[in-house]
């Protein structure tokens, strides 16, 4: 039995690994200790380190023995319900959330996870209510502002927005990526005060490398506007070459997923059909394709409901290859059964979303991947292709900032090669499935946008809308890096884009054209 001191100084050495990142170490001794002494503190610890490590699952199994020995523990509550959010149970997340504020009305972080959580689920109006809820209890935080500034921009209030992260740089000008941020929804003029202020702080300001990519990005942008395209391409260079270095992303591994994928043989996903009231459209391209806006004009149909960017088949595709590939002797039921569980697992996350529509989109535009799994898993499930110029594609991705979720994106070569894998893995799936795809032209669409919207309709069986010409006053949220363009009326002026920065993407260019 561990007496108080003992367990303080354990606990600080605990606290203090957890914060180095030593979460394997944490879940060991924490284990240990838990035998001596059964004490919040190291359930809390034990928790949050399973959460660093991934392993949800685990950290739920945790707090579910905590809480039978105490059923209010608000710090368990606020866990157990972190743990369901990430693990994309939603139901269940809420419902901790809320026992756990229940038991404190005041806990920050139960009402920052509820925020993010309405906000994961597109209810963004619910998601600010929280978020304010947190600033009348302090109003110095960070996180909620920041959460905020998210949140407006996902509704197309920008200036709201633009307030959120102009008072997160009063409180921490090293917050870069509030400058970042703000750089996309401001139109800059020469010497722009944001644009002083940025330069400023790389003369002036001790940042690191992180820091500094955000505010590179946020030149670039500069530089864009006021015509100057050699400096733009320099600090759009500086940001991504920074995130490259972290991520030290190798293509090649992208390239041997590609051949796995036209290698499995798909009609042993031939499954019994599961019980699926609402239609589903993916909508599937490159990055910057022209995904955003055709799920914006689709989800201004009366019939239809747009769910965003879901990450939710990817995870069930990726969780089947890793149980295929651990025992590649399965007989033909049991990858049935795989199956079945991964399309009922996806039905069940985007039943969180509304779902009085009769139709849903998915507009993840990496899951062109995955054509061969919604063909037998969604047979009736429509797939628009969206297509636009390689080098506009191109360059649009190496000029918006996408963190680590695709590291593809901060070399413009790598790019070029990913977008080489993507035609490719198309051109094999249209030839496998022609009658699911239908291929959507982003110049055609701007051009000749009425004949081209009913062309769309006509495809997913949708009677005519005017509301999808009116797409840009649809209030739905728009949560992807289009999220501003998406609510203007169609524009010509991102055709050829890329053209103003043609003297520096000539390998590019012959990358693209290469047999």
Known sequence: MLNDIELQKKVEI??????LGLFKEVVDESKILLKKRKHQVLFNLLSLSYQ????????VEIMEIALKANPKN???LNNIGLSHFKLSNFKEAETYFKRGLAEAPKYISILNNLGNLKGYLNLNKSAIEYFNKILKINDKLIEPYFNLAINYQALGEFEKSSECLKKILELNPKFTDADRILSLMTKYTNNHPHYLNIKDKLENIKLNEIQKSNLYFSLGKYFEDIKDYEKSFKNYSHGNNIIKKKTNYKIQKEKNDFINIKNFNYKNLNIPNIENSRKLIFIVGMPRS?????????????EVFGGGELPFLEKEVRKFFQKFEKNNQLNIEEI????VDCKKKYLERISNYNNSSKIFTDKAPLNFRFIGFIKY??????????KRDPMDIIWSNFKNYFSNAMPFTNDLEDIAQ???LYEDLMTFFQKKFPEIIYDIEYSKLVENSEIEIKKLLNFCELKWDDNCLNHHKNERAIKTASSIQARKPIYKTAVKSSDRY?????NIKSIIESN
Do not use: R, W
Not at 14 to 19: A, E, Q, R
Not at 290 to 302: C, D, K
Not at 336 to 339: A, E, G, P, R, S
């Open 14 to 19: 605990l606290t203090n690994k957890l914060k």
């Open 52 to 59: 660093s490590l991934g392993q949800n699952d685990k950290s």
């Open 74 to 76: 608000p710090h368990f």
């Open 290 to 302: 022209g995904t955003s806006l055709v799920e914006q004009i689709l989800s201004s149909h009366q």
């Open 336 to 339: 049935h059964n795989l199956v």
């Open 377 to 386: 898993i969604f047979p009736n499930a429509k797939i628009i292709n969206c």
């Open 418 to 420: 990913f977008y080489k």
């Open 502 to 506: 043609k003297d520096y993407l000539k």
